[in-house]
Nanobody, 118 residues
Framework: QVQLMESGGGLVQAGGSLRLSCAAS????????MGWYRQAPGKGRELVAS???????NYEDSVRGRFSIGRDNGKNTVYLQMNSLKPEDTAVYYC????????????WGQGTQVTVSS
């Protein structure tokens, strides 16, 4: 089994910053992709950012230039640095980890609330 532990959400004023972390543990030999999704009230879940095991990154258009995704392979951890936050960034943020070995599987974090006040 694989467990993900998210941290770093909270309440921040517009223009502020937050850093989310997600640590994976359990039956893991290697991890392929890692990412962050978010879901705002009344909306579907959307991909915010992703990073491959080679460090290639991808961002949703509205966060590009403000958010930065990174990973620490030694700690099986993925980060999301969020700067210049806007009220429309308010959502529950979920991390994902694609374990490639010993067995392929996508795992989701429990979600962490990010609230940006205007």
């Amino acid at each position: 089994q694989v467990q993900l532990m998210e941290s770093g959400g909270g309440l921040v004023q517009a223009g502020g910053s937050l850093r989310l972390s997600c640590a994976a543990s359990g039956s893991i030999v290697s991890i392929a992709g890692m990412g962050w999704y978010r879901q705002a009230p009344g909306k579907g879940r959307e991909l915010v950012a992703s990073i491959t095991n080679e460090g290639n990154t991808n961002y949703e258009d509205s966060v590009r230039g403000r958010f930065s995704i990174g990973r620490d392979n030694g700690k099986n951890t993925v980060y999301l640095q969020m700067n210049s936050l806007k009220p429309e960034d308010t959502a529950v943020y979920y991390c994902t980890v694609d374990v490639s070995r010993p067995r392929w599987g996508r795992y989701w974090g429990q979600g962490t609330q990010v609230t940006v006040s205007s």
